[in-house]
């Protein structure tokens, strides 16, 4: 049922894990901190909107993060260039999601593959929970799902926000509300 929804709902979903295998219910999760995913998208952005709403409810101190294609063959100073471009799209979100009250950092990833320094952001216990859009400029490569939110998704077991907007009408163009 949670795959399910995972694939086909238009609404954000936070995917929370019971803690153990019992029937009890587990502590609460931590919401002190998250992490954002995004790909320099404008689809990865929309998730801007339900993070903004679950970090102000929760007290939540935001890093907006993007990860360098591992396999791109680029010349060092090619690498710096995306670097610097990335670095600078998510400090122009992050002073968007200040205006609106938010505690928030940036980090440009440059080791491993996006959902694996992802997850390893999650394990080195510096984030609570993770948000992120399926298919953003990556495509469908996961039919449903999207590759790196599946993995995810299914690599952790801190609570994971999943944003899969509706499709604009042809030739409407969505913006994010912030």
């Known amino acids: 049922v949670a795959e399910e929804l995972l694939c086909r709902a238009a609404v954000p979903l936070l995917v929370v894990r019971p803690s153990s295998s019992s029937t009890e219910a587990g502590p609460d999760p931590d919401f002190r901190g998250g992490i954002v995913a995004l790909d320099l998208s404008l689809p990865a952005e929309l998730v801007l909107g339900p993070v903004r709403d679950l970090a102000l409810a ?12 591992p396999v791109a063959p680029l010349p060092r100073d090619g690498r710096a260039r995306l670097r610097g471009e990335a670095q600078r799209y998510l400090d122009r979100v992050a002073d968007r999601l200040r205006d609106e009250g938010l505690r928030v950092a940036t980090r440009v ?21 993770v948000a992120l859009t399926p298919h ?3 495509g469908a490569t996961n039919l ?7 993995k995810v998704v299914r690599g952790t077991v801190k609570p994971v926000l999943l944003y899969r907007p509706a499709a604009p009408a042809p030739g409407q163009f969505r913006t994010t509300a912030l």
């Not at 007290?59 to 360098?68: R, Y």
């Not at 990833?109 to 929970?129: C, F, K, N, V, Y």
């Not at 449903?144 to 599946?150: E, T």
Request: proline content about 2%.
């Open 58 to 69: 929760t007290q939540s101190h935001v890093t907006l993060v993007h990860s360098l294609d």
């Open 136 to 138: 953003g400029a990556g």
């Open 144 to 150: 449903m799902l999207g590759s790196v939110a599946d």
């Open 109 to 129: 990833l440059d080791q491993g593959t996006p959902a694996g320094s992802i997850l390893s952001l999650l394990e080195s216990g510096r984030a609570d929970w």
